[in-house]
């Protein structure tokens, strides 16, 4: 970054409001970039990578999807209006008094490497299983199932069309009724259709997006909007960290108050050795891009995870994702602990202890009050 | 009247074009499956909360 300096006249009474308003406003010891950037309400720029990818897929994610909320969350209305609440799963315990866990199940490709599913089948953990939507038929075919772990849970946020195959297996009619299922009322209703077909117990939750737009916000909206004679308080509204795995994070302390958190298939990266056609399947990747430019690199980093000694790549959606749970885990309420068990990917850092499953099943097999 | 004398940063072409390809790169891939909810208060972040 340069500097050019430059020289003006000023009159001596606007100078000297200007240093006190520079001082009223607690920027005594600021440069006059930062005073007149917040004085005109300039918008900052982008600092870091990590910023400009957030506020990328955040205004994308946003554009695409918002229309599409609004009208889910309409042709819902009246069947979460007459339907359950999360809030109906949550124990009423102290949790700071009590030892809980979960396991949550991703798709992530340390979940076939380890093969974690057949490993958690096999054991007697006591906890609840959240399972997030794509590996739903995985995880009940490898045998983790709700006959062998009756607290087992699944949830979806997702507006995308596609979600509903996830439901339209035999495989989860087999299992449908033992299974409950955690739906944002913004899901599509196709979805919510494939789902009461294959006989899940629905229970109903809210996203937050733009609640920080206050009263104006589709969030306040649609929250005044679902308190009815059968749900007073309405539902809860979580925060998602824009995926499903976070969001099984959250309710796994939020709504089930579990102690320890155990993930699995949570490793928002791939392999080193995943080509770029495959990666470019997941989230598409430009043909013509140079692979060795700096800015390749900031958007598709080589992780090295210090505590597996491992590496992944991540492309910018991963990144969105990872950088939010890793900032998120610790600010979570003291009495809860995330584990990473995945083995490898990308989380790890403040207070995430990562340890193999084996380890978590031994070390943290906790009956669940649920 | 007196002469103020304000430095004004310029931020260099080569950086604002690096900022500007990363973006372009990144909305390339897509979007992600919801947002991030992001409060106005970094250390006050919201998780769950009662409509």
Redesign the interface.
Known sequence: ????????????DL?KQLIQKKKDLNLKNE???TFFTLLLGIPS??KS?KE???N???K???N??YDSWIQNFTQNLKYFSNGKSVQELSPKINPELNKSSSIVIGRGPSLKKHAHLEELAKSNFQGNILCTDGILKNALEAGVTPDRFPNFYVVT????EEIKKFYEHKTIKKYGKKIKCLLSTTIPHSTYNAIKKSGLEIFWL????D??KGKSSF??I???M?KTKNHP????????????GT?CW?IAW??LKSNYIGLIGIDHGYSVDTPWEIISKY????EN?DKNS???K??YPKIYNPDYNSYSIQ???FQ??SQ?LK??IP??PKWTKTINATEGGTIFGKKIECTTLNNFLKKYNFYTNS | MIKGNFNVKKIEDESISEDEELEELVAKVGVGSHMIFRTDKKDDELFIEEL
């Open positions: 970054m340069t500097m050019k300096e430059i020289s003006f006249e000023i009159n001596n100078l440069d006059w970039d720029k982008p990578s400009i990818i957030e990328t897929l955040q994308k994610t946003f695409q999807y946020i997702d507006t995308n809210h996203t937050l997006f609640y920080n969030n306040y649609s929250g005044q679902t308080n309405g539902f809860p509204a979580i925060q998602t960290g824009g995926n499903v969001s959250i939020s709504i989230h598409p990747l430009s891009v700096i800015v390749f900031k958007a492309d910018p959606v969105y994702y939010a900032e998120f600010k979570a």
